[in-house]
């Protein structure tokens, strides 16, 4: 027994006194497989528009649309969602499918303009590259049938240890029925004797579950550009029709929202297949205020450290603060309020490179797909004002921190608005384009000429433009991004 104890205190001592706490992973890196009906493009805008989420590819089966056509529609969506980066895989057209709902859905427009990511890759073997080059278990989000993932299953089982699991919306699975199913039987008899994961999200035939008329006018009313999308989508003549009519269930919806709030879903596990889960409820209203949520642009996704939701109310904030809050947090979101607030606080005064960092450590997780505390940064600001502001915003905005270790100033001599974010041996450097620090510089400038370094004028004028490009600058448009080999 002594043993014992002295072999756990040593456990205690070498591995646990000193542990940093676990970073909150949020991330989830997903391949979307689509039919393309009007709740399909719900749902994908729905992970579209979440920063913690990676879309890795989407591909198009045989459905609601043929592959062709919901390629289309998936293009002009993603340019609209500025995602045109995301590749798109045509799925092969399966006989005899030919939905009567399918010229409903011919004729809806999903985007304003063409996509330039419909490039007519294989299916299937984009979804073997993919997985293929994966480092890490990627997630299979299934809004129509399974023929691709049964054609991978076919043609490479070994794959299969790349899925973390497959969520797949079918009307049910004890029996199993459902559009998504008799589209392709077969595909779908393959992964479920396949023994990977799957869970299985159903509407469970809940008339509640539906986006309405409110819901619709919440896109209306709000100014996120999820809201500005589905609101264009929801208000062509033919859909507002079937709106009114409260036709829309919330079908593969229901699977974006499994993916980003499991608590809000009841699940059940197949006794005799174990790697089968599937929907026995769900908080119908719990999903309604999720969607909203998302949708005005208030939807926390994170546990905070302190704060059960990071606050926004106006009057908590400076005079000069609150005509900012409502437009800053719908256009970027709150991930980037909460990490320009964080960062002000910090760094002592409302500086533009200060706010620029932020954006720029919010970019850089979104483009990683990760939570805080998950990326090792290399900063090219140097250790003097006003570039080294950024670094303050960074290690907010990131969690890379002195304190942890995760965040290095480059030796260069010459100093610039510029980091280095890695992930898993993955590099990209996030620059800010040279038009906005020479834009900077002169306003430095200008307020130098006026008013000179150790007068209030200067530290307002500097507070003023902070507040401005924090609302027009946006962290999509501001920034050069490359990606870089580790030795560089």
């Not at 049938?145 to 797949?168: C, M």
């Not at 009519?245 to 809000?264: G, S």
């Not at 080294?388 to 915003?393: F, K, R, T, V």
Request: aromatic share 10%; with cysteine.
């Amino acid at each position: 027994m002594k043993k014992v104890i002295v072999f756990m205190l040593a456990l205690f001592f070498t591995a646990g006194i000193w542990a940093q706490p676990l970073p909150v992973k949020l991330k989830h890196t997903i391949i979307i497989d689509t039919d393309c009906g009007i709740d399909d493009m719900r749902a994908i805008s729905l992970l579209l528009a979440r920063t913690e989420i990676t879309i890795k590819a989407i591909l198009v089966s045989d459905g609601s649309l043929s592959p062709n056509e919901g390629a289309e529609k998936v293009g002009s969506l993603l340019h609209d969602f500025n995602r045109d980066s995301i590749p798109i895989g045509y799925g092969e057209v399966l006989k005899g499918v030919n939905p009567p709902w399918r010229q409903f859905n011919k004729e809806i427009n999903w985007g304003k303009g063409t996509g330039s990511g419909v490039t007519g890759i294989n299916a299937m073997d984009c979804l073997s590259e993919k997985l293929n080059n994966a480092n890490e278990k990627i997630i299979l989000v299934c809004l129509g049938s399974l023929t691709n993932i049964g054609q991978l299953i076919n043609k490479n089982a070994n794959l299969l240890s790349k899925i973390k699991r497959i969520i797949w919306y079918n009307e049910s699975v004890k029996p199993l029925l459902g559009f998504n199913y008799e589209c392709n039987k077969d595909a779908a008899d393959i992964v479920f004797k396949s023994g990977v994961r799957i869970d299985v999200i159903s509407n469970l035939n809940n008339e509640e579950a539906s986006f309405d008329s409110p819901m619709f006018e919440v896109c209306k009313q709000s100014k996120t550009q999820l809201a500005s999308i589905l609101y264009y989508v929801h208000s062509q003549q033919g859909v507002l029709e079937k709106l009114k009519q409260n036709h829309f269930r919330l079908c593969d919806d229901l699977v974006a929202l499994y993916i980003t709030n499991p608590e809000l879903f009841g699940i059940n596990i197949m006794t005799d297949r174990l790697n089968v889960r599937y929907t026995k409820d769900y908080n119908v209203q719990g999903v309604k205020e999720a969607i909203s949520d998302m949708i005005n642009g208030t939807y926390v996704s994170e546990r905070n450290v302190v704060f059960n939701r990071f606050p926004v109310q106006r009057e908590m904030f400076n005079y000069d603060v609150r005509p900012i809050i409502d437009s800053a947090i719908a256009r970027y979101g709150l991930e980037e309020w909460k990490a320009n607030v964080m960062t002000d606080e910090f760094h002592g005064h409302l500086g533009v490179f200060s706010i620029v960092g932020a954006k720029m450590g919010i970019k850089a997780r979104e483009l990683f797909g990760v939570g805080p505390d998950m990326l090792d940064v290399m900063t090219y600001a140097g250790t003097k004002p006003p570039y080294s502001c950024l670094n303050d915003g960074i290690q907010v905005s990131t969690g890379a921190t002195l304190g942890m270790g995760t965040i290095h100033l480059a030796p260069d001599i010459i100093t610039q608005p510029s980091a280095v974010f890695t992930y898993k041996g993955h590099s990209i450097r996030i620059s800010l384009k040279k038009e906005y620090f020479e834009k900077v510089d002169a306003d430095i400038n200008e307020g130098i000429l006026k008013f000179g370094l150790m007068d209030d004028g200067y530290w307002k004028l500097i507070r003023h433009n902070a507040l401005k490009y924090w609302v027009e600058w946006d962290r999509n448009k501001i920034f050069d991004i490359l990606e870089i080999s580790p030795n560089e």
